[in-house]
């Protein structure tokens, strides 16, 4: 007969066993018995949920096995449970730091603080040159900086840097690896950001030849240089630099996605989808989700800057739903921000506020990543017409761009969104002073969208001649550098103008295109707008287009035509980045503007589609 012990662990640590005791428990009996049976570990460790600890060394193996199977299936819940039951097992210190570890990692996402306690309790049973050690400390830092410990995180990588130092033999790129993770750390903590330019210059007189070191070094540089009177040509070369060779890796993808908002700030937004595009066609079946958030973010940005706000939304919604795994993650700032801006421009204001109204948004953290929220939560205001609201929130973006060395209006353009407040409240004198700071500091930087942002603030506030020339110039601006949802923006403004100078058949014109561009967009709000002003101006607009292949947003032309090609929901989604939901509702809706029924109807529906019918 099989029998289950029970152990006890000598004063120096070793484990011995004693008592017989299997026919006392029932869920041992039947564990053992799915095992000698080959069955699935979870459904074994089902059993051995409910067993006493037996110290018999299958048991763990199993218990380990069925929180990878668990994990696998994506169930973190059952995962930690097998591995707490582990660690109730009389184990030896390595093993009982493996668990622990193992633990930490599941709780990551979902529970910082417990998986700050394990993975803490791991690593004080491994000796201190361990590589066990380095797949920990990664781990460990991220789940401090989520738990707002950003000093405890500095620490413990200085010390395990400090214990890297003296190993034999060389830890190679470990090392740098600490150090760029130390750079990132202090690059997000305010108090901390003195030493930033040091940790550069020792990054990059101790490891000039790492790719490593040298691309976070580019990528920082790049960062730290938009706060400066460093222009978007020598900003983006610093990016460029960054996201050259290998596609990133572990602490490089966060360096990664420093560099591609600074090549997006600076309007090169081809060279930052391009190298997406290879990063997303990377991506195996089981890639980290830091590179995933990485994509669906910034196509998040992309679609929302070219004016593709369909897109911009549901990148955005797929990107808040891979964060939501992980909670702490300051990133859900950045991504609900870029969101809540889209969805305030399809003039969907109920479901911005509830994103903004979440326990993890409303509460507004001092750092740097908070404040895209915070100038999305104004322009919500502005868009419902609570202008003083708005005039403090971005009042304190610029409080906090500044103290951040950030800003810049191709960052955030809080003067000019500003600028507009106070004109809505007619104090035209703080609109006109904060109107000219952006707009000198957009033509310093030279980033063509920024700039045309910019002039359409100033020319809307100025009126009159001055206004129309620098209207047209924003106009102008903004169609070089494809940004249609700002050039309708500007349209409208400039028809404004024409129509106060007595230029009412002009100022038709320009709000016809205005209007033309935002249902492109799909703008609904900026659409509503432009058709009110057309009726100011005397015209009769035609009511939208709401059938027909001219009713297809963006987002959904490309998936109707990709699924009147022949590819499946699935195949549309891996080849767009999406969500297969994402899919499904765009050929939805499409299938209704298009009158068919279904997918066989298709490539006689978009026949020409292309070719712009």
């Known amino acids: 007969m099989r029998t289950q012990v029970r152990t006890r662990r000598q004063g120096d640590g070793a484990i011995t066993v004693s008592e017989p005791c299997e026919r006392s428990c029932p869920h041992y009996r039947a564990a053992r018995r799915l095992h000698d049976q080959d069955a699935p570990p979870e459904e074994i460790a089902g059993q051995l949920l409910a067993a006493e600890p037996t110290g018999i060394p299958w048991v763990l193996s199993v218990l380990r096995a069925a929180a990878r199977a668990a994990g696998e299936r994506d169930d973190p819940g059952a995962a930690v449970d097998y591995l707490r039951r582990a660690l109730r097992e009389p184990l030896p210190d390595d093993d009982r730091a493996l668990v622990l570890g193992e633990l930490g990692r599941v709780e990551a996402g979902d529970h910082p603080a417990a998986a700050v306690r394990h993975l803490t309790e791991s690593l004080a049973l491994l000796d201190e040159r361990d590589p066990r050690r380095w797949e920990l400390v990664p781990l460990l830092t991220d789940a401090l900086t989520r738990c707002r410990r950003g000093c405890q995180a500095a620490e413990l990588l200085d010390r395990e840097a400090r214990a890297l130092a003296g190993a034999a033999p060389s830890p190679g790129d470990l090392a740098v690896r600490l150090d760029v993770r130390r750079l990132l750390?202090?690059?997000?903590?305010?108090?901390?950001?003195?030493?930033?330019?040091?940790?550069?210059?020792?990054?990059?007189?101790?490891?000039?030849?790492?790719?490593?070191?040298?691309?976070?070094?580019?990528?920082?540089?790049?960062?730290?240089?938009?706060g400066t009177d460093a222009d978007a040509d020598r900003v983006a070369a610093?990016?460029?630099?960054?996201?050259?060779?290998?596609?990133?890796?572990?602490?490089?993808?966060?360096?990664?996605?420093?560099?591609?908002?600074?090549?997006?700030?600076?309007?090169?937004?081809?060279?930052?989808?391009?190298?997406?595009?290879?990063?997303?066609?990377?991506?195996?079946?089981?890639?980290?989700?830091?590179?995933?958030?990485?994509?669906?973010?910034?196509?998040?940005a992309f679609a929302y800057r070219s004016g593709d706000l369909p897109a911009a939304i549901d990148a955005g919604r797929d990107a808040l739903g891979l964060l939501a795994a992980s909670r702490g993650d300051a990133r859900v700032a950045p991504a609900t921000a870029t969101l809540v801006c889209a969805l305030v421009e399809t003039a969907d204001t109920d479901e911005a506020a509830r994103l903004l109204a979440l326990p993890e948004c409303s509460r507004l953290e001092p750092d740097r990543q908070w404040t895209p929220l915070l100038e999305a939560r104004a322009r919500l205001a502005l868009a419902r017409g609570r202008y003083d609201e708005a005039l403090g929130d971005l009042l304190e973006c610029g409080r906090r761009q500044t103290a951040w060395r950030q800003d810049n209006p191709a960052v955030l353009p809080w003067r000019s969104l500003a600028a507009l407040a106070y004109r809505a409240l007619g104090d035209h004198g703080p609109a006109e002073r904060l109107a000219?700071?952006?707009?000198?500091?957009?033509?310093?930087?030279?980033?063509?969208?920024?700039?045309?942002?910019?002039?359409?603030?100033?020319?809307?506030?100025?009126?009159?001649?001055?206004?129309?020339?620098?209207?047209?110039?924003?106009?102008?601006?903004?169609?070089?550098?494809?940004?249609?949802?700002?050039?309708?923006?500007?349209?409208?403004?400039?028809?404004?103008?024409?129509?106060?100078?007595?230029?009412?058949?002009?100022?038709?014109?320009?709000?016809?295109?205005?209007?033309?561009?935002?249902?492109?967009?799909?703008?609904?709000?900026?659409?509503?707008?432009a058709l009110g002003r057309l009726r100011d101006f005397g015209a009769r607009p035609r009511t939208p287009c709401t059938i027909g292949v001219r009713a297809l947003t963006a987002g959904e032309r490309r998936v109707a035509v990709l699924a009147a090609s022949g590819l499946t929901n699935r195949e549309i989604a891996q080849q767009l980045f999406v969500t297969q939901r994402t899919v499904e509702n765009h050929l939805t809706h499409g299938f209704r503007k298009l009158g068919i029924a279904g997918r066989r109807q298709l490539p006689e529906a978009v026949r020409g589609l292309e070719a712009g019918d």
Do not use: K, N, Y
């Open 185 to 226: 750390t202090d690059l997000d903590d305010r108090a901390r950001r003195p030493q930033v330019d040091r940790t550069l210059a020792a990054l990059e007189s101790g490891s000039p030849d790492s790719p490593v070191a040298v691309r976070a070094v580019a990528a920082v540089r790049a960062t730290l240089a938009l």
């Open 238 to 300: 610093q990016a460029r630099r960054a996201l050259a060779g290998e596609l990133p890796r572990g602490v490089t993808v966060a360096a990664a996605g420093l560099a591609v908002q600074a090549l997006t700030w600076c309007d090169r937004q081809d060279e930052a989808a391009a190298f997406l595009d290879r990063v997303a066609a990377d991506l195996p079946g089981d890639a980290e989700p830091a590179a995933r958030i990485l994509v669906s973010m910034s196509r998040s």
């Open 436 to 529: 000219q700071e952006e707009l000198d500091r957009a033509r310093a930087f030279g980033a063509p969208r920024a700039l045309g942002v910019a002039l359409r603030a100033a020319g809307g506030v100025a009126g009159g001649p001055r206004g129309r020339r620098l209207l047209e110039e924003s106009v102008e601006l903004l169609e070089r550098a494809r940004a249609p949802l700002e050039q309708a923006h500007a349209l409208l403004e400039l028809a404004t103008v024409r129509h106060e100078a007595g230029h009412t058949r002009l100022a038709r014109e320009l709000a016809q295109q205005c209007l033309r561009l935002a249902q492109q967009c799909a703008a609904a709000g900026l659409s509503t707008q």
